[in-house]
């Protein structure tokens, strides 16, 4: 799946316990797993798929990086990885996906990086500004890596609202990327 962006409400999006109860229900029948990389959602879709019973199965850990210190002490980013690139933006979080994908040796790595208000972001994005990703290994036809990436801007400056809906949006994505042929039923997962 290429890289996609989209300028979209939030109003259609499923509840977040919904969200992240047929994730993990996907991600346990496949015997696959996942790492969650937060920053301006703050814990929420981590805390979100640890309430569903048996998630250790399929989760294998998360991150709030919410400061350069934070991606440096919890994922080891220094700053030839910034090269050509900031926070908040789709090949930044495509790239942290990764990171915490590989770090934790998971099958999956999602992340979400925006600026939930009540004002903007030092990057000049407004409140309501996220974007979210998900990397991973598909097996469907052409195996091979698979990402997916969206840009959603809520229009919001009200930060709880906001981090719900970053939170609601990055587990959308993961779930309509799990669906998709390309990540395929047999990933399996990763040795570690």
Not at 53 to 63: K, M, N, Q, W, Y
Not at 83 to 102: Q, V
Not at 112 to 131: F, I, L, N, R
């Amino acid at each position: 799946m290429n890289a996609m962006t989209a300028i979209t409400t939030h109003s259609s999006l499923e509840p977040l316990a919904v969200l992240a109860a047929r994730v993990g229900a996907t991600l346990r029948e496949r015997r696959q797993t996942v790492a969650v990389a937060e920053s301006s959602a703050g814990g929420l879709v981590s805390a979100a798929l640890l309430a569903i019973p048996g998630a250790s199965a399929f989760f294998l850990g998360g991150a709030v990086v919410y400061s350069r210190r934070a991606g440096k002490a919890l994922l080891g980013l220094v700053p030839e990885d910034m090269n050509g690139m900031r926070a908040e933006t789709e090949p930044y979080a495509r790239f942290i996906a990764a990171r915490i994908r590989d770090s934790h040796r998971a099958t999956w790595g999602i992340c979400e990086s925006g600026a939930a208000g009540p004002s903007g972001s030092p990057y000049g994005d407004a409140p309501g500004h996220v974007c979210v990703a998900v990397a991973g290994s598909g097996s469907g036809p052409g195996g091979g890596m698979v990402t997916a990436s969206r840009t959603v801007e809520t229009g919001d400056t009200d930060r709880p609202a906001n981090m719900e809906v970053f939170a609601r949006q990055l587990l959308q994505l993961f779930d309509e990327t799990l669906r998709a042929p390309e990540a395929g039923a047999g990933a399996g997962i990763n040795p570690v």
